[in-house]
């Protein structure tokens, strides 16, 4: 069974970069997408991007001036970078799964259990 | 401001059904998308439910069903219980913005 783990500073400076990797364990990187999704405190979801095992990506276009997804195959791991940062990104960030990002059909199968990230000085 | 309009919060009791709505535009709801429904409790992460529209993850009881009229998407729930409650989400690709976007999410007590 395929579980995701996300990992990085829980606390990251203004203007600095987010930094996440997400490691994928129970199976491979190969053929799916691989999302990541943030929630800020009490509020809801939204989409940041994703990556494909070929490497090709897609950006929420309100992040994509600021946003980089990349992975790691021989690692089974995604990551994620998020530059300029401020309190507004402060939220718990999750690596997702995704069969399909195919227009109209993608869905996002398994979650990792998300980790916190607060922008603070 | 999401863009797909959710009842914030809904209300049942055991054994009862109610239905999520997923509101949204011509661009992404009612256009050919299918859209997907997540299940979300406290500090956990959300859980697949309803995929393409109507059809169920192994393991998801049969008494989630999904459904779509128009612009307008839902989530069933029959027979509810108390492990039900939860937030809900759904989550539609829009072609306005060729991203992917989610429902605000709605709060189901039981």
């Known amino acids: 069974q395929v579980q995701l783990q996300e990992s990085g500073p829980g606390l990251v400076k203004p203007s600095e970069t987010l930094s996440l990797t997400c490691i994928v364990s129970?199976?491979?990187?190969?053929?799916?997408?691989w999302s990541w999704i943030r929630q800020s405190p009490g509020k809801g979801l939204e989409w940041i991007g994703f990556?494909?095992?070929?490497?090709?990506?897609s950006y929420n276009p309100s992040l994509q001036s600021r946003v980089t997804i990349s992975l790691d195959t021989s690692k089974n791991q995604i990551s994620v970078n998020l530059s300029s940062v401020t309190a507004a990104d402060t939220a718990v960030y999750f690596c997702?799964?995704?069969?399909?990002?195919?227009?109209?059909?993608?869905?996002?199968?398994?979650w990792g259990r998300g980790t916190l990230v607060t922008v603070f000085s | 401001q999401s863009a797909l309009t959710q009842p914030a919060s809904l209300s049942g009791s055991p054994g009862q059904s109610i239905t999520i709505s997923c509101t949204g535009t011509?661009?992404?709801?009612?256009?050919?998308?299918?859209v997907s429904w997540y299940q979300q409790h406290p500090g956990k992460a959300p859980k697949l439910m309803i995929y393409?529209?109507?059809k169920r993850p192994s393991g998801v009881s049969n008494r989630f069903s999904g459904s779509k009229s128009g612009n307008t998407a839902s989530l069933t729930i029959s027979g509810l219980q108390a492990e039900d409650e939860a937030d809900y989400y759904c989550?539609?690709?829009?072609?306005?913005?060729?991203?992917?976007?989610f429902g605000g999410g709605t709060k189901l007590t039981v």
């Open positions: 997702a799964r995704a069969p399909t990002m195919t227009p109209g059909r993608g869905y996002f199968d398994v």
């Open positions: 129970g199976g491979s990187i190969s053929t799916y997408y």
């Open positions: 989550c539609s690709y829009t072609y306005n913005t060729t991203s992917w976007v």
């Open positions: 011509s661009s992404d709801v009612g256009s050919y998308n299918l």
């Open positions: 990556i494909f095992y070929t490497g090709s990506t």
């Open positions: 393409e529209g109507s």
